[in-house]
């Protein structure tokens, strides 16, 4: 079992900049990949960023150039820096982790809301 806890979210102002953290504990030695999801309300969950165990990120089109998803092995904790945020940002962020599992471990959300 993993489990993963985010926090850093809260509300900003278009243009501003948030960090969220996900840890993860549990049996953390399973994790392959690692990414944040986000949800706005009325729409499906949608890919924002992933990155392998080994560094390779990939990023969904609509953040390129202004988010940034790190991992910290050590600490189990991978991070998303969003940067010049967009009212369109706005959605509650979920973690994601793929293990060997079909499924992969999701944690709780935070609410990231961005102001025009």
């Known amino acids: 079992q993993v489990q993963l806890v985010e926090s850093g979210g809260g509300l900003v102002q278009a243009g501003g900049s948030l960090r969220l953290s996900c840890a993860a504990s549990?049996?953390?030695?399973?994790?392959?990949?690692m990414g944040w999801y986000r949800q706005a309300q009325g729409k499906e969950r949608e890919l924002v960023a992933t990155i392998t165990d080994s560094g390779i990120t990939n990023y969904a089109d609509s953040v390129k150039g202004r988010f940034t998803i790190s991992r910290d092995n050590v600490l189990n904790i991978v991070y998303l820096q969003m940067n010049s945020l967009k009212p369109e940002d706005t959605a509650a962020y979920y973690c994601n982790a793929q293990t060997f599992r079909p499924d992969p471990y999701w944690g709780q959300g935070t609410q990231v809301t961005v102001s025009s």
């Open positions: 549990g049996s953390v030695f399973t994790i392959d990949d």
